[in-house]
Nanobody, 124 residues
Framework: QVQLVESGGGVVQAGGSLRLSCTASGHGFGDYGMGWFRQAPGKEREFVAGINGSGSQLYYADSVKGRFTISRESAKNTVSLQMNSLKPEDTAVYYC?????????????????WGQGTQVTVSS
């Protein structure tokens, strides 16, 4: 009952910024935990950031903490990931995800729904 569509990916030089957006459709979106994952070729999918339904709790992977910011606007059914100070190792396909009844932002790592992904490439 939830569909997620990402946008905002692209190619950027190291040190630059990108903002990813995820538009969600479906009832009860505001009660879902939301987050972002990424997967690079040959790598396992990584839980990058999560946010609970109210936006009161955030989670960041150590690899992005201090550089990335997750936010949500429930009225607009959007979740965003602001990515600053990008590094080549941030290159990956980024996926928006949603977790039903997530009790914490960290629970979003066990998401139930996934977007199609958007490519982020950071050149050195």
């Amino acid at each position: 009952q939830v569909q997620l569509v990402e946008s905002g990916g692209g190619v950027v030089q190291a040190g630059g910024s990108l903002r990813l957006s995820c538009t969600a459709s479906g009832h009860g979106f505001g009660d879902y935990g939301m987050g972002w994952f990424r997967q690079a070729p040959g790598k396992e999918r990584e839980f990058v950031a999560g946010i609970n339904g109210s936006g009161s709790q955030l989670y960041y992977a150590d690899s992005v903490k201090g550089r990335f910011t997750i936010s949500r606007e429930s009225a607009k059914n959007t979740v965003s990931l602001q990515m600053n100070s990008l590094k080549p190792e941030d290159t990956a396909v980024y996926y928006c995800a949603a977790k039903i009844l997530a009790s914490s932002a960290y629970d979003v790592r066990l998401s139930d729904y996934w977007g199609q992904g958007t490519q982020v490439t950071v050149s050195s």
